[in-house]
């Protein structure tokens, strides 16, 4: 995997406004902050520490998206539009997928926790998506707009409506 910086440089290629993309911003710290878990506990790390938890504050109020450090976020997440976006710290997003406004990556219930999301690779969720729990998104799936999805999605799969239903592309040779 390459370091934070080719990261970030990588993340601003792929957002269409580049710099000027708060969804890049939010990128930006996070790939900044997330390192930090790896260092052993010292100095160094509580420094680190304390800048990451004011770079994610300023990021959730100026950006309306929380990103934390301890999520796996894999390469080129594209952030489309900003604001409302919550990513539950145990969720697991792989690489190339599209996150629009709005959408929730969380737990279903207090006394679970840790249970979150894991999306596959190239996975795009619509805008007002919901997906909670320890639920697994395949592969090249798509999340609808205003979409809640309590279960596991096939890859190549669609989830829509409110409880999601999976409808599994027919194709035709």
């Known amino acids: 995997m390459p370091g934070p910086f080719a990261l970030i440089r990588e993340d601003r290629r792929n957002h269409r406004e580049g710099w000027l993309a708060q969804g890049f911003w939010a990128l930006a710290v996070y790939r900044l902050s997330a390192p930090r878990l790896a260092r052993p506990h010292g100095i160094v790390r509580t420094l680190w520490g304390v800048w990451a938890k004011l770079a ?15 999520a796996r976020i894999g390469r080129r997440l594209r952030i489309e539009h900003f604001g409302g976006i919550v990513v539950h710290g145990s969720s697991v997003i792989g690489d190339d997928c599209l996150l629009r406004q709005n959408v929730t990556l969380g737990n279903r219930s207090e006394r679970r926790p840790l249970d979150a999301p894991t999306l596959g690779n190239r996975v795009q969720v619509g805008a007002g998506a919901i997906l909670l729990g320890a639920i697994t998104i395949g592969d090249d799936a798509v999340i609808g707009a205003n979409a809640v999805v309590l279960s596991d999605v096939p890859a190549g799969a669609r989830a829509v409506g409110n409880p999601a239903t999976i409808r599994i592309p027919q194709y035709h040779a």
């Not at 300023?58 to 309306?64: A, H, P, Q, S």
């Open 56 to 70: 994610g504050k300023w990021v959730e109020v100026r950006c309306g998206i929380s990103l934390p450090e301890t």
